[in-house]
């Protein structure tokens, strides 16, 4: 009885590893169509909207070289021109041309409209989160495997997220992310996908507020450049000389 006790408690044991190991690489697979390269540049437009309200639009440059490394410059309006930010891993800094120097910041405070630092300055759901294999779904007729992702610590930009990534080919296509709380903050869409340099990606992100769905972000994904980056991008002293 005892050995057929053991027996089972290692059986349960290695398929709860096995399914853990296909949950995380569901969401390596996904994080793969939401960088187009270890080292590139992208620009991003940020566009937010509010019902009766202007909707506005904020353009970023975006510098990512591996390692974490992240250095986002502010290019409009021109009211942010020279604001920066800089992502050493889950260590984050914004530089505003008033403040004199970089100030640390959670990835986790908001940007603009309904986006997070984190958003543009961390995409790396594989190396932030722990992920369960949940279930699955179907979305606009699109298969999908549903996992929970859990965060690893406490600095990175979400608590959790409920993440639907399609069964076939694993594009990443609707999120759900959660406060510390379990309180619902937002929804995001990924889509536009297009081939850029011979890497399908998501140019595209929609980010939703849970309570007011009038209120949204679009992140569109533009011009990409996939090229060697020097390391003094990455420096917080760098972060002033475009002042």
């Given at each position: 009885m005892c050995r057929l006790l053991l027996g089972l408690v290692l059986v349960l044991g290695l398929a709860s590893s096995a399914s853990a190991d296909q949950a995380a690489d569901i969401v390596a697979e996904a994080d793969r169509f939401r960088r187009p390269a270890d080292s590139f540049v992208w620009k991003i437009n940020i566009t937010s909207q509010e019902a009766k309200k202007t909707p506005s639009v904020d353009g970023f440059e975006v510098f990512v070289k591996g390692g974490g490394r992240v250095f986002v410059r502010f290019v409009a309006p021109p009211r942010s021109v020279g604001r920066s930010l800089l992502a050493l891993g889950r260590d984050l800094w914004i530089y505003l041309p008033d403040a004199?120097?970089?100030?640390?910041?959670?990835?986790?405070?908001?940007?603009?409209?309904?986006?997070?630092?984190?958003d543009i300055a961390?995409?790396?759901?594989?190396?932030?989160?722990?992920?369960?294999?949940?279930?699955?779904?179907?979305?606009?007729?699109?298969?999908?495997?549903v996992l929970d992702l859990k965060a690893k610590t406490k600095d990175v930009t979400y608590s959790a997220i409920k993440y639907w990534v399609s069964k076939e080919g694993r594009r990443p296509v609707r999120a759900e992310f959660y406060a510390g709380t379990g309180t619902l903050l937002k929804t995001g869409t990924f889509d536009n996908f297009r081939d850029v340099g011979g890497?399908?990606?998501?140019?595209?992100?929609?980010?939703?507020?849970?309570?007011?769905?009038?209120?949204?972000?679009?992140?569109?994904?533009?011009?990409?450049?996939?090229?060697?980056?020097?390391?003094?991008?990455?420096?917080?002293?760098?972060?002033?000389?475009?002042?």
């Open positions: 004199g120097k970089p100030v640390r910041i959670p990835l986790s405070q908001r940007l603009v409209g309904q986006v997070a630092n984190g961390r995409a790396d759901y594989a190396g932030d989160y722990d992920a369960t294999l949940i279930g699955e779904d179907a979305l606009d007729g699109v298969a999908c495997h890497h399908l990606l998501a140019t595209r992100l929609t980010l939703t507020d849970a309570i007011r769905k009038d209120k949204r972000s679009v992140l569109d994904y533009g011009e990409v450049s996939v090229r060697e980056l020097p390391d003094k991008y990455f420096d917080k002293n760098y972060m002033k000389t475009l002042d």
